[in-house]
């Protein structure tokens, strides 16, 4: 399983996978659900399936059978940590610029 978030955002970055990732976000469902309504064969579904539970996005148990496919948290963590790094970073960035200025302003004023 993938824990890179740069990684699941590759994988969402298919069309068809992220609709389906999507519906999944609904509620889990199995592949013959999933493919319903989509422009791709079930077994399509299947491939687009299993490269979301490579980077740790969806999870899947059997159910008689069929395999039923939900959304695992831990690949949504994933995710939220990539972009906390950047949201950190913009958000230390933004408070020096402000500062700078604030500093700029007091020296011409002075």
Not at 44 to 59: E, I, R
């Amino acid at each position: 399983m993938v824990t890179n978030g740069a990684a699941v955002l590759d994988a969402l970055g298919e069309p068809t996978r992220r609709t389906i990732f999507e519906r999944l976000a609904g509620h889990p469902l199995a592949v013959g659900e999933l493919a319903a309504g989509l422009p791709v064969s079930r077994p399509a579904v299947s491939q687009h399936l299993k490269v979301l539970k490579a980077a740790g996005l969806v999870t899947d148990e059997r159910a008689g059978t069929r395999r039923i496919y939900r959304i695992d948290p831990s690949g949504i963590d994933a995710v939220r940590a990539y972009f906390d790094q950047f949201w950190t970073g913009a958000l230390l960035a933004y408070k020096n610029a402000v500062e700078q200025t604030a500093d700029h302003r007091d020296e011409e004023s002075s």
